[in-house]
């Protein structure tokens, strides 16, 4: 397992360890779910569903185990071929797949030849951070920070450093002069909602970008 230091990208990474199991006589469990979008509640069609082992111990978590499937017309997925064991279930755990879980893991437990309804998960579309893009070092200050629009929002929160929250109508916001970003390492997500508050959409994951120390 790579740890990535604080503000690098994947061009660190220099090999990579990939291992197998074999199938066990006992690894013929079976879950099936259905994905909803969160505010229409119809159903979502061709999102990635993943699941892992609950054990943190063994480091196994959505994505990182092989078990995975995609949603069909119905927003219905199926995995089968699972040794027994409790298990942690996430759709729309890949980044740019257009959806964000937003509830919390569900966890099911699989037994020998047993299937197992995970019930319904509800996410909502993924807003893809663009500028700052991941990773970018900046000679000061963004002039703006720029993200994927999502359809029926009508206003747009920027957590900024984890904790301050900018306030946008566009999927664009024009950085004022009072905004302190100073040099560092920051780090920027986005939040959709409605008129009433309500959450539309979601960053997948937190984008960051450095300032450079100004010269001297």
């Known amino acids: ?3 990535f230091p604080t503000g690098s990208d994947e061009t660190d990474v220099q090999w990579i360890v ?11 469990g079976v879950v099936f779910g259905q994905v909803i979008e969160a505010n229409t509640h119809e159903p979502v069609v061709g999102v990635p569903v993943a699941i892992g082992l609950a054990r943190t111990s063994e480091k196994a978590g959505p994505g990182l185990t092989g078990w995975s499937a995609v949603t069909d017309t119905t927003g219905r997925y199926r995995i ?3 040794p027994p ?14 959806f964000v879980y937003r509830g ?10 047993a299937g197992v309804d995970a019930g319904v998960h509800e996410v909502v579309p993924e807003i893809e951070t663009i500028e700052p893009r991941q990773g970018a070092v900046l000679a000061g200050k963004p002039d ?5 629009p999502v359809e029926g929002a009508t206003s747009y929160s920027i957590n900024l450093d984890y904790g301050t ?11 004022p002069p009072e905004v302190e970003i100073g040099p560092g390492l920051h780090v920027w997500e986005v939040f959709a909602l409605d008129p009433g508050g309500r959450l ?9 970008f450095r300032v450079a120390e100004p010269a001297e």
């Open 200 to 208: 539309l959409g979601m960053s997948e994951v937190r984008s960051l």
């Open 104 to 113: 919390r893991v569900s966890q099911v437990e699989i037994t020998e030849g």
């Open 85 to 98: 064991g409790i298990y942690n279930t996430l759709p729309g755990y890949l980044v740019g797949d257009s």
């Open 144 to 148: 703006y920070f720029h993200w994927s």
């Open 80 to 82: 089968s071929g699972l």
């Open 165 to 175: 929250f900018l306030d946008a109508v566009e999927a664009v916001y024009q950085v």
């Open 18 to 28: 990939i291992e197998l199991a074999p199938v066990g006589a006992t690894d013929t």
């Open 1 to 3: 397992i790579h740890d």
